[in-house]
């Protein structure tokens, strides 16, 4: 793959850099990424006392070099460093015999699909927001920027157990798969006249992260969650059909809503997503859902309880990165390609505990690659926890299904209610530093695994002010909707 040209670099002239500026914009991102010092200090590639200084006051950089180099590490425009975008031009070459009239295309193409992509990832929640408009005010749920026909979202929890899985083995093909005319915006240049045929292929080659793996997933065709009823039916997929489409909306929305100011006027164009249509077709693109976990961590003395916090890093993960979600959160998928996979873990209750043992204790994914089902009848953490729950000491609900504005990907929405000391049993140890980001406690917790209080305040201020996935922010706010239900005594 071919370099960037060097007369695609920055050039500044002189200029008033704002010393003071720095100082809080690294304070500050450290506060929201939960990161300590010495944490920022290795991805800023810098040495911890350089950091400390510039934080304190002690050091004032003023050295553009400097503020560029910062500014890419920690994905942040210059202007966000107090550099005046005026002042950014495109160099001459370096050398009169470099041909100055001509960009490479490629390298262009794939420079302007990075920067789109590193801004889709800074603006998440803001484009989100800005996409829920354009759909109309009925199918919106609540606050935040998800969407969800009424079938879809019950009055009331329900017990997993109540809701009955079924199986299709004879899926139709989808009609969009991001291959279209209509994405072809969202796909840069691969070589001179042609582009990169899937938008997973232009992730792979230009911004991967560290989880990055196509896997067998099953795929969502009809829904139905009224209790007493609720049933879901699925099919066979693969991770990346999913994101192919979801993923080049998403890119789609932050090219035509570059700024911060989201604003419904003028309406952009949007072709891949008008050719997407009705967001509820379940047949017209490959729909793959997530389950995404609220856990509550019940006192069984006071009645109240935690809950577990993740902030999701976007160097590790491709989709939903850099804002907050909450734990465990997964695919649902089987753990490998094999058939006895496929029908061992069509179970949204055994994809749930898998992820538990990932994101919070820190065990390897189980992938398959022991050549033999998974048993989880004999496995300590799913046994424990089974137990438990047949004990009536953990609930397991689903409080609703839903797509995120931005990207369409579905989410089917879950809590699970643990009395404390079978939580702490489990899960007193959990890792702060997972594969996909990192846990998040309250400043007065003495173990990441205390979590976050579940109080009115603290699920208005995560749904409302701070950067959180649409799927959790809903399902925070239905979970404070329903806490009667959830925590009978609180």
């Not at 019950?154 to 279209?180: N, Y």
């Not at 055994?350 to 065990?363: I, K, N, P, T």
Request: with cysteine; aromatic share 8%; net charge negative.
């Amino acid at each position: 793959m071919q370099a960037e040209s060097s007369w695609l670099s920055p050039c500044f002239v002189d200029h008033e850099i704002n010393p003071g500026l720095l100082a809080e914009v690294l304070r500050e991102y450290r506060a929201a990424k939960g990161l300590s010092q010495a944490a920022l200090a290795q991805l800023l590639t810098m040495d911890q006392s350089y950091v400390s200084k510039i934080e304190t006051g002690h050091r004032q950089v003023r050295d553009v070099d400097t503020l560029l180099h910062i500014a890419r590490q920690l994905s942040l425009t210059p202007q966000e460093l107090g550099l005046s975008a005026e002042l950014v031009r495109p160099c001459p070459p370096r050398e009169a015999s470099v041909l100055s009239d001509e960009i490479d295309p490629v390298a262009s193409s794939q420079a302007e699909w990075r920067r789109v992509r590193r801004q889709l990832n800074r603006q998440r929640g803001g484009l989100a927001r800005w996409a829920a408009e354009l759909y109309r005010r009925e199918f919106r749920v609540g606050d935040a920027p998800f969407l969800a026909r009424t079938a879809w979202m019950p009055p009331e929890p329900i017990r997993l157990d109540d809701v009955r899985l079924e199986w299709s083995s004879g899926a139709a093909r989808v009609a969009v798969t991001g291959a279209e005319p209509e994405a072809s915006a969202v796909l840069p240049l691969r070589a001179p006249g042609r582009r990169f045929d899937r938008y997973t292929s232009a992730i792979k080659y230009l911004d991967r992260p560290s989880l990055f793996e196509n896997r067998a997933s099953y795929r969502l065709l009809d829904a139905e969650l009224t209790p007493g009823a609720a049933r879901m039916t699925f099919g066979l997929g693969t991770y990346f059909d999913k994101l192919d489409v979801s993923e080049g909306l998403a890119h789609e929305t932050a090219a035509a809503r570059p700024c911060a100011d989201h604003t419904r006027s003028p309406r952009p164009e949007l072709p891949l997503r008008s050719l997407v249509g009705d967001p509820f077709d379940l047949g017209r693109r490959a729909v793959m859902p997530a389950i995404e976990t609220l856990t509550l961590r019940r006192d069984r003395k006071t009645g109240a309880a935690t809950f577990l916090l993740h902030w999701r890093d976007p160097a590790k993960v491709a989709t939903a990165a850099g804002i907050y979600g909450l734990v465990p959160a997964g695919e649902f998928q089987p753990s490998s390609v094999a058939a006895w996979d496929t029908d061992n873990d069509f179970d949204l209750w055994h994809s749930m505990v898998r992820e538990y043992s990932e994101e919070l204790l820190g065990e390897p994914e189980r992938d398959g690659s022991s050549g033999e089902p998974l048993d989880y009848d004999t496995w300590p953490l799913f046994r424990d926890l089974d137990r438990a729950r047949a004990d009536g000491r953990l609930g397991v609900y689903c409080l609703g299904l839903g797509l995120d504005a931005l990207t369409l990907t579905a989410t089917l929405l879950t809590a699970v209610v643990i009395d404390d000391d079978v939580f702490d049993a489990q899960f007193g140890d959990a890792v702060r530093v997972n594969a996909e980001g990192v846990l998040v406690a309250s400043a007065r917790a003495s173990t990441v695994s205390e979590g976050v209080p579940f109080t009115g305040e603290n699920v208005r201020r995560l749904v409302r002010e701070e950067p959180m996935a649409s799927p959790g922010a809903c399902l925070l706010a239905r979970a404070w909707r329903f806490r009667t239900e959830l925590l009978p005594g609180a």
